[in-house]
């Protein structure tokens, strides 16, 4: 095994701690702008006059992979996944590290999640419960397991 690897498999002892001391507070304070400052502590990158739900997971391996632009929305139960480590535990390959960007005033419904490597364009909307694996398209309207962009086809109906 690559010792790279399994430092982004694993992530720095420490900046871990920190992120899961941080973790509880930003999951249950009470009013947005608390669970904010908890995930900035993180090292979540977020803009101004954005909203955090409940119970959200952002990078808990690195957190500063995790790009939230100005006005954006993450609602309660997302999870926003900067690494993905099952090739790496299974012997089949290296860690998958790569950031997650959540730009501009982009709406992320309840209980999504979000693989690494995905941008969720400006002002797209991402419907509840869905799983994005690909980019999501600026202004885009998508939902599903996985997430397709359904505004294209209600209108080519």
């Known amino acids: 095994m690559n010792p790279s690897d399994e ?90 590290s790569r950031p997650v960007v959540v730009k501009k005033k982009a709406f992320v419904g309840i209980g999504c999640v979000v693989f690494p490597g995905v941008t969720i364009g400006e002002r797209a909307i991402v419907g509840a419960m869905s799983l994005v694996k690909h980019d999501v398209d600026a202004d885009a309207v998508v939902c599903g397991q996985p997430a397709r962009d359904i505004k294209a086809e209600r209108t080519s109906r």
Do not use: Q, S
């Open 7 to 96: 430092m982004k498999a694993k992530g720095n002892f420490w900046r871990r701690a920190l992120g899961v001391l941080f973790l509880l507070p930003a999951w249950f304070a009470p009013h947005t702008v608390l669970r904010i400052f908890f995930h900035r502590l993180r090292g979540v990158r977020i803009g101004k006059g954005c909203e955090i739900g409940y119970f959200v997971v952002m990078g808990n391996v690195h957190p500063e992979m995790i790009i939230i632009e100005d006005g954006a929305v993450v609602t309660a139960h997302c999870t926003l996944l900067e690494h993905d480590n099952a090739y790496y535990y299974t012997g089949r390959g290296a860690v998958d």
